[in-house]
């Protein structure tokens, strides 16, 4: 596609259950990026993939957290056992190279209560 | 509403006037900066972006300015449009962080308003 799909939009999830995002990059985009903002203001960088390959995860919490980007599927993210201070909104951005221009989805709000 | 404990740095601007946002960075391997628009609800947007072997770059109606000698970077925006309310965020790369992946350590925002 011509965006970065992302799905849901929203999210309600209690303390405790599991959590999945999905994110369709650009067609042609080798590159992902998944962040995390917090009250709509520090963005927080979780984990990267060239094509299906983890490229950079230092970002990402070991213990709750994993991510894939599978052939011909979209990327996701996952959260095991959500905690109350997992809200916030979860970007998915796609770039033709490693260094090139991020293109950013809408994000998919999560909200642990 | 707005969450408990929200603060962002605000500008307000009368529409057709300039509008100068400032970003300071810390890191002073950062090689590539960029300028983000996020209006509500929707995702970063680029706007512009800067080398480090360069100290100013235009663009339509936005020009940015990158200081490396205080590690400061601006953006301007010539005649503000209400078009142009939004919070604007400062990016910063550095090759050698992480895994080298360039992941973008972000700013920590300001929102512009434009006054009709």
């Known amino acids: 596609g011509e965006e970065v799909a992302q799905t849901p939009k929203h999210l309600v999830r209690g303390e405790g259950q599991k959590a999945k995002l999905y994110c369709a990059p650009i067609k042609g985009h080798s590159y992902v990026f998944w962040y995390q903002q917090v009250l709509k203001n520090e963005f927080k960088f979780l984990i990267s993939?060239?094509?299906?390959?983890?490229?950079?995860e230092t970002g990402m919490p070991k213990e709750r957290f994993s991510a894939k980007c599978l052939p011909n599927s979209p990327c996701s993210l996952e959260i095991q056992a959500t905690k109350l201070e997992d809200s916030a909104v979860y970007f998915c951005?796609?770039?033709?190279?490693?260094?090139?221009?991020?293109?950013f989805g809408e994000g998919s709000r999560l909200t642990v209560l | 509403g707005e969450s408990v404990g929200l603060h962002l740095p605000t500008l307000s601007v009368q529409e057709g006037d300039n509008s100068i946002i400032n970003c300071a960075y810390s890191n002073s391997a950062s090689d590539y900066f960029i300028w983000y628009k996020q209006e509500s609800g929707k995702g970063p947007q680029f706007i512009i972006d800067i080398r480090s072997n360069m100290d100013k770059r235009q663009g339509q109606r936005v020009t940015v300015l990158l200081n490396k000698t205080v590690k400061h970077l601006s953006l301007q925006i010539a005649a503000t449009q209400p078009g142009d309310s939004a919070v604007y965020f400062c990016a910063e790369t550095d090759p050698y962080s992480g895994a080298g992946s360039y992941q973008l350590t972000f700013g920590k925002g300001t929102k512009l308003s434009v006054i009709p």
């Open positions: 993939f060239q094509n299906e390959n983890v490229f950079d």
């Open positions: 951005a796609s770039s033709q190279s490693k260094a090139g221009e991020l293109f």
